[in-house]
């Protein structure tokens, strides 16, 4: 029997008992099968550090994306303030400074939710001395 077969060295063809390589024969095909491998790792090589170099583009490329948001936008929060009523105060007089027609429908949506608040079944209900608590928008302090 041939000497590759008997090693297991096999490459695709059919070796007959009859033929036999010779020792440079042997070398060339296993310098071919080591060239393979060594194009192999490379390649495997050059695909993970394209996968990480792309990984680390879009990770960076993300977090600027996050970071470029518009930023000159504050906060709107609503804020709640008590207001002592004085004699010849009303419900309107007292809240409209603190009205904001971008929070609320109408002044009158505005002034229900004050009655509702404070438990006033109408605006004529307020009286001098009383504390009233009315809601107003502002920038997040």
């Known amino acids: ?10 490459d695709g063809r059919f070796v007959d ?7 440079s024969e042997r070398r060339i095909r296993e310098n071919r ?5 060594i194009v192999r790792r490379q390649r495997i090589a050059l695909g993970t550090i394209i996968a990480v170099i792309l990984s680390a583009v879009l990770f960076i490329g993300a977090t600027l994306m996050i970071k470029a948001q518009n930023n000159d936008t ?8 008590v207001v002592n009523v004085h004699a010849g105060d009303t419900l ?4 409209k400074e603190r009205f904001s027609e971008d929070h ?8 229900n939710e004050i ?3 404070n438990h006033l079944d109408s605006p004529e209900d307020l009286k001098a001395g009383e504390n009233v608590i009315i809601p107003y928008y502002d920038v997040y302090k």
């Open 17 to 23: 008992a009859t033929d036999s390589f010779s020792r």
């Open 104 to 111: 609320y429908d109408s002044f009158e949506s505005y002034i």
């Open 33 to 37: 099968k080591w060239r393979m491998q």
């Open 1 to 10: 029997m041939n000497a590759a077969v008997l090693d297991g060295r096999f």
């Open 92 to 95: 309107e007089s007292l809240s």
């Open 74 to 81: 504050a906060p709107v929060v609503k804020y709640y303030t």
């Open 115 to 117: 009655l509702r608040i």
